[in-house]
């Protein structure tokens, strides 16, 4: 089974130079209601079939709670689902390509590993989320000295939830905050706290 490999570029001065992993990416295929579908699991087709019935009913059924638990409510619904007593586990990338898109990383029973990345050469950040953990040595060894990677917490049975116009806000946010020479790394913990929420709270209150 091959790897699946997402990015999301949260600062950059120039265009970005692509990690080697993702220049033969594949894409995923698209399907209603502005989402596209990625799933890494033996029975992909049975998730996605899920996937496609309850995301355009997510925010109805859901209206006032965050995106994060809105995302682990459906994870959890669809692994319990008899169609999936045989699954040991699944990754799902699900991307809204609508006015306000967003990202979701859904992970069951299998590691996602999740990167900061910053490029020392163009100073440009990026985030990136994937099931090779090799990912970090295979950019080392094609560039050793250009990027500085940052390990967040392996995403493991929960999901996560990227909207990429907040993030981007909340970076340049921290990088005027954090002038210091670990400042980089501040703003990465900053994201890590940000990101890594508790997503069985429908809210976090006042």
Not at 2 to 26: D, I, M, R, W
Not at 34 to 58: C, H, R, W, Y
Not at 60 to 70: G, I, N, P, V
Not at 92 to 120: A, C, K, P
Request: with cysteine; hydrophobic share 40%.
């Amino acid at each position: 089974m091959s790897n699946l490999y997402g990015s999301l570029c949260l600062s950059a001065s120039t265009p970005q130079v692509e990690f080697p992993q993702f220049k033969n990416a594949q894409v995923g295929h698209h399907t209603p209601h502005q989402f596209e579908l990625i799933t890494q699991s033996g029975v992909a087709a049975d998730i996605n079939k899920q996937l496609g019935i309850k995301l355009p009913l997510m925010e109805s059924r859901f209206e006032d709670a965050r995106q994060l638990y809105k995302f682990n409510r459906i994870q959890t619904e669809i692994w319990n689902s008899p169609e999936l007593v045989n699954c040991s586990g699944f990754v799902s990338l699900i991307i809204n390509t609508g006015e306000h898109g967003h990202i979701g990383v859904l992970s069951q029973g299998q590691d996602v590993f999740v990167h900061g990345i910053y490029d020392t050469v163009n100073m440009g950040v990026r985030l990136v989320w994937t099931t090779d953990d090799w990912f970090i040595q295979d950019v080392r060894a094609s560039d050793f000295t250009r990027y500085v990677f940052y390990r967040f917490p392996v995403l493991r049975n929960r999901p996560l939830f990227l909207y990429s116009q907040a993030l981007c806000s909340k970076w340049y946010g921290w990088a005027r905050q954090f002038k210091e020479p670990d400042g980089v790394l501040k703003a990465f913990n900053a994201l890590e706290n940000f990101l890594y929420k508790e997503p069985e709270l429908p809210s976090l209150g006042a």
